[in-house]
């Protein structure tokens, strides 16, 4: 019996790092947070050119679409490829035929220029017509002017602020630097170190795989007051995954926690991306309900409906070849793996 539901949305992810799996390893074992930034990311997003972030995206889009996730919020950094690097990423996720919001991580790590042209870049491409966010990679490694002026650029063009929050340590005065700025429509991602009456506004995204994999803490997003949906952090797109996994960490937390939950972080990504709730995904069986779901892995799509138009058919693509996508991002992965070895 196959069952159907709505979109899935991942409210938070990191096309760019589809190609990271399998990366040459860090000169030495991260011992914290801030090393893995150090080490693997901030590694990673400086040797990517706008090729490899095509190819990133397209096999990330492609994922997202095999496990039944119809619109992927993004946020992106490449510190030598800022320029038309979300226009890249639109058209990836639209020759796939999955939706997605771009935001470019506006950052003073790479100094004033390097922010100036990242807050450029999210100008242009909502100027443009580009559908996205104004993206700020967090509060730490912003100056207040930054902030500020992503802020400013996010209200001129009616759109919200998609920022990291409170992920580890070292950005724990997030709520202080931010006080003042945010609004309903901001994206606050992770809060793991907010307190619960942090002041923020906007939708919490969780994200338990990631914070688990770079053991921050648990975010127990139920303490806010805040709406909470759910994101991936660039750990590919398989949303019911990413659902029975806050599940559980909730039940870890709190024994007395059901999935449904959880379910509704879920199915709180449509209200971020409306259409979503008008796609339809078709499963090769099973019930569309939170304690069937929370105990049942490896569900698969076998047709999704994305504005009417149906991209995946009987288990694949109906607009690329998924085998073609994977040989041209291993590719570009190689080339990347070179420049990190
Ligand atoms: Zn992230």
Known sequence: MTAQSAGLVCAHHHLYSSLARGMPAPERTPAGFTDILELVWWRLDTALDLEMIRWSAMLGALEALER?????????ESPNAIEGSLTVIADACAEIGVRVL?????TDRHGADGSRRGLEENRRFLAEGGRGMVGVHAAFTCSDETLAGA??????FGVGVHIHVAEGEADRDA?????????DSWLLVHGVHLEDAHGLRGTVIHNPRSNMNNSVGYAAPARFSNPIALGTDGIGADMLEEFRLAYVRSREHDVTVGPELAWGWLEAGRDLVPEAANDVVTWHHGEIDPWYLAFTPGLSPVDVVIDGEVVLAEGRPTRVDPNEVRAKAAEQARRLFARLG
């Open 102 to 106: 771009c935001a470019y991580g506006v």
């Open 175 to 183: 709520a202080k630097r931010l006080e003042g700025l945010t609004d």
């Open 68 to 76: 039944g996730c119809t619109t992927i919020i993004d946020h992106h």
């Open 151 to 156: 802020a400013e650029l996010a209200s001129s």
